[in-house]
């Protein structure tokens, strides 16, 4: 099992920027497949990025590509999301999320059913 933990939530104008970062408990390169996802008051929770294991290849949602970058720093068993360009419709409770990775990975990276580790949670807040 890993767990997670997530931080670096708050509150921001349009056009800024935040990162959050994600705590694993255990070593996770090479091993674990890692995402992000969001969830706004009355919507499905949504995949936003996720990371192989390989730790450089990445998948992104068509709404935030070219906003938002998620990496892995290895000797610290953390997973970053940087989000800039923060628009209104990113305000959401965000994510992080695991899984022991597998093949096929890359078609379901951004599937909430692929993950079965999940951290309780950061709010990101964008006002207009």
């Known amino acids: 099992q890993v767990q997670l933990v997530e931080s670096g939530g708050g509150s921001v104008q349009a056009g800024g920027s935040l990162r959050l970062s994600c705590a694993a408990s255990r070593y996770i390169y090479r091993h674990y497949c890692m995402g992000w996802f969001r969830q706004a008051p009355g919507n499905e929770r949504e995949g936003v990025a996720g990371?192989?294991?390989?730790?450089?290849?990445?998948y992104y949602a068509d709404s935030v590509k070219g906003r938002f970058t998620i990496s892995v720093d290895n000797a610290k068993n953390t997973l970053t999301l940087q989000m800039n360009s923060l628009k209104p419709e990113d305000t959401a409770m965000y994510y992080c999320?695991?899984?022991?990775?597998?093949?096929?990975?890359?078609?379901?990276?951004?599937?909430?059913?692929?993950?079965?580790?999940w951290g309780q949670g950061t709010q990101v807040t964008v006002s207009s």
């Open positions: 990371i192989h294991s390989d730790g450089w290849t990445t």
């Open positions: 999320a695991a899984v022991v990775c597998g093949s096929g990975y890359g078609s379901r990276a951004l599937e909430r059913a692929t993950y079965n580790y």
